[in-house]
Structures are given as C-alpha cells and as structure tokens.
C-alpha cells in the first residue's frame, strides 16, 4: 500500500509541472490543497475507523461513516463543501500574512478548492488502486479481467480492421486539425477540438472492447489479448480526470481583482 511519501510526491510533482507549464497560473496555493488531498484526504476514512475501534468500540455508525468517506468520491459528496470552505478560508489566511507565494493577491475560492479536493481523491485511488492487496484490488482484478489470458489470443479479422480504422482515425483526424494548411486557429482551440477527437475515438474504442466482452457470446478478444476497455477506464477516471479538475481550477489568464464566485 501506498504510504504518505508517494502521494504527496506524485501529487506534489504533478502541481509543480503545471506550475512551470501554466507561467503560474496554477500556483502554490493549488499544489498544496491538491497535494494534502491526495496524500490523507480519503484516508480520513480509515483513520476515522481507527478512531472508532480504540475510542468508540467499534461504533457502527462511525465505521460504516468511515467506510464510505475512504471512496474516490462519495469523499467529496461527503467532505467536499466542508473541506472547501476550509480551503478557501485558508488560502485567504496565507495570502493575506503571505505565508506562501500567491502571485496574484487573490485566494482560492470555494469552487476551485472543490475541483483539488476532486483531483486529489481521484489521484489518491490512482495510487491505491494499482499498489494495495498485493495487485489483488477490486478495481486492478476487473482491469485485467478485460484481457484474454485463457491461451493464446486468437486474431480476428473483424478487430483488426476496427481497430485499425479507430487509429488511423484518431492520427488522421489530429494531423487535420493541426495542420497549418487547412486551418487557421488558435492553439487553444486546436487543442480542444484535438480532445474530443480523443474522447470520441476513445469512446468508440470502449464501445467496440465492451461489445466483445460482455455483448458476445461466446466471448471474444477485442485486441487480441490486452486489457485494453479496463486500461482507458481506468487511465481516463484516475489520471486524465483528476489532471483536468486541476486545469479548471487555475487562475484565468486575465485575473480579476476580486474574489471568484464560488
């Protein structure tokens, strides 16, 4: 199982990166918040338990509390306005007696702090979920139950032809949207359009994995024998989610004297 050091240095290595990458839009403020959360935030859930066995007799009420606090997101139903009000009122605590760097002047307010708070669970699981159990997790037994380890994966034609189409797709489609001959936009909007190609192909893809394995009958291998549908789940909740929740909670470019609205 994963102990204090690895997440906080993963998540506290994520936020530096988008520090450097953003000029400082994700600040200090951000790393921090995103990087308790992701070290002890649902871990409040065992030690709540743990409170309960030694101080409470094992009291149900707050086991089964604990229980569901120790989930990548019913923490943040539970826990998320609480700890977002706290956040905000603690970035707005350092800022004001400049404790940490904040460049701009301006607190983190409750909404930005809830999109960490998310990020940092979902990326405290990333962790869980591939290290604890011995690799015997729930959630890392069903990636790989969407593999083919029976024998020898048989090749079928019918993937490879949609396979390939989905790839050839997803490359042709991004060097069209990025070329510079046939469009003239920003890179912003390059990159938005370049990810919901993504997400389009993606979803295709699971489609097409998910129809073999739980539609088919006898079950078939999607892509000969990778875990390829438990792979992109898993990657897109616990990685790419929680990475694009700290993109939403940075600064705007053009930041506003006053506090956000929350």
């Known amino acids: 199982m994963p102990g204090p050091g690895?997440?906080?240095m993963y998540a506290m290595s994520s936020g530096i990166a988008?520090?450097?990458?953003?000029?400082?839009?994700?600040?200090?403020?951000?790393?921090?918040?995103y990087a308790l959360n992701a070290f002890f935030g649902p871990?409040?859930?065992s030690f709540s338990e743990w409170l309960s066995s030694t101080f409470f007799d094992g009291n149900?009420?707050?086991?089964?509390?604990g229980d569901e606090i120790h989930h990548p997101f019913y923490y943040v139903v539970i826990l998320g306005f609480p700890l977002c009000v706290f956040y905000?009122?603690?970035s707005n605590e350092l800022v004001g007696t400049r404790i940490l760097d904040y460049g701009y002047g301006v607190p983190l307010s409750r909404l930005q702090a809830l999109f960490l708070i998310a990020a940092g669970s979902l990326s405290h699981f990333f962790l869980d979920h591939l290290f604890e159990e011995d690799g015997h997790t729930k959630m890392y037994t069903w990636i790989m139950s969407t593999g083919w380890w029976?024998?020898?994966?048989?090749?079928?034609?019918d993937a490879v032809i949609v396979v390939g189409f989905l790839c050839i797709c997803l490359i042709g489609g991004f060097i069209y949207i990025n070329s510079s001959k046939l469009r003239k936009s920003t890179a912003r909007k390059q990159s938005c359009e370049s990810m919901k190609l993504i997400l389009i192909i993606g979803s295709l893809y699971c489609l097409w994995?998910?129809?073999?394995?739980y539609w088919m009958s006898p079950r078939r291998p999607p892509v000969g024998e990778e875990a390829d549908l438990g792979v992109l789940v898993f990657m897109a909740i616990y990685f790419l989610l929680p990475h694009w929740l700290c993109i939403l909670s940075m600064d705007p470019i053009h930041?506003?004297?006053?506090r956000f609205p929350v």
């Open 60 to 65: 149900s009420v707050v086991s089964s509390l």
């Open 150 to 157: 029976i024998n020898r994966a048989p090749v079928n034609p």
């Open 6 to 8: 690895p997440h906080l």
């Open 255 to 258: 930041l506003r004297t006053q």
């Open 209 to 213: 994995c998910a129809s073999q394995i």
């Open 18 to 33: 988008l520090t450097h990458l953003t000029k400082g839009r994700f600040t200090p403020h951000h790393t921090l918040i």
């Open 88 to 90: 905000s009122w603690l």
């Open 43 to 45: 871990d409040m859930g």
